[in-house]
């Protein structure tokens, strides 16, 4: 499986993006599948996550601002952000796991998000 992240971008806060995370290899569609963040000198943190079957988990950071979906007849996954704030600046990675398995073992290359006050 080969995850591209795509979408970042410099935004103002306030402002809005969509970041995709397109799969490729085979389909992900059983696979969860997640965004993490890190920020320059800070620890890679887990923003979103999505389930196979559709159940979402987020960061309280950005819980009612982020929304993680899935369109599996594309292979592709979004985060949706909204109400963009200076911290949310980061480069975003998206990440999958197979069933059974626990940890992501399948990353994108990252897209970076700056976010200017």
């Known amino acids: 499986v080969q995850l591209q992240a795509s979408g970042g971008g410099l935004v103002q806060a306030g402002g809005s993006l969509r970041l995709s995370c397109a799969a490729s290899?085979?389909?992900?569609?059983?696979?969860?599948v997640a965004w993490f963040r890190q920020a320059p000198g800070k620890e890679r943190e887990l923003v979103a996550a999505?389930?196979?079957?559709?159940?979402?988990y987020y960061a309280d950071s950005v819980k009612g601002r982020f929304t993680i979906s899935r369109d599996n007849a594309k292979n592709t996954v979004y985060l949706r952000m909204n109400s963009l704030k200076p911290e949310d600046t980061a480069v975003y990675y998206c990440?999958?796991?197979?069933?059974?398995?626990?940890?992501?073992?399948?990353w994108g290359q990252g897209t970076l998000v700056t976010v200017s006050s």
């Open positions: 990440a999958a796991h197979a069933p059974g398995v626990t940890i992501y073992e399948y």
């Open positions: 290899g085979r389909s992900v569609s059983t696979y969860a």
């Open positions: 999505i389930s196979s079957g559709g159940s979402t």
